[in-house]
């Protein structure tokens, strides 16, 4: 394991300390926390938008896509518990 050195303001520091202490970890567990969930939230928005780059160029391939107002109206049902039918997809192209 390697050491790293952080310059951070000492207002930081003591927030960094007063939040360590409410979740009972010492100041440098809980800024490996918060290093790891960075990392973990930047690695998942770059899953996410290498995903919608992939359907993107599968849409624009296929000439098929979702009409907005079908997706909502199937994610609204479904979160007040219906059953539905899922989107089919389109030709958007004319």
């Known amino acids: ?3 790293t050195s ?3 303001s000492d207002e930081l520091k003591q927030r960094a300390i007063t939040a360590a202490q409410q979740q009972g ?3 440098h567990a809980f800024m ?3 290093i790891e969930q960075a990392a ?3 690695e998942q928005r ?3 938008v290498t995903d919608a780059l992939a359907a993107r160029a599968g849409m624009l391939q296929s000439g098929n896509g979702y009409d907005a107002e079908d997706v ?3 994610i609204n049902a479904r979160i007040t518990g219906q059953t539905m039918e899922r989107p089919k997809a ?3 192209q004319r």
């Open 46 to 48: 770059s899953g996410f």
């Open 25 to 27: 970890l010492s100041p």
């Open 72 to 74: 909502r109206a199937y």
């Open 6 to 8: 952080l310059k951070i």
């Open 90 to 92: 389109k030709s958007w």
């Open 40 to 42: 973990l939230v930047a």
């Open 32 to 34: 490996l926390q918060a």
């Open 1 to 3: 394991m390697s050491t």
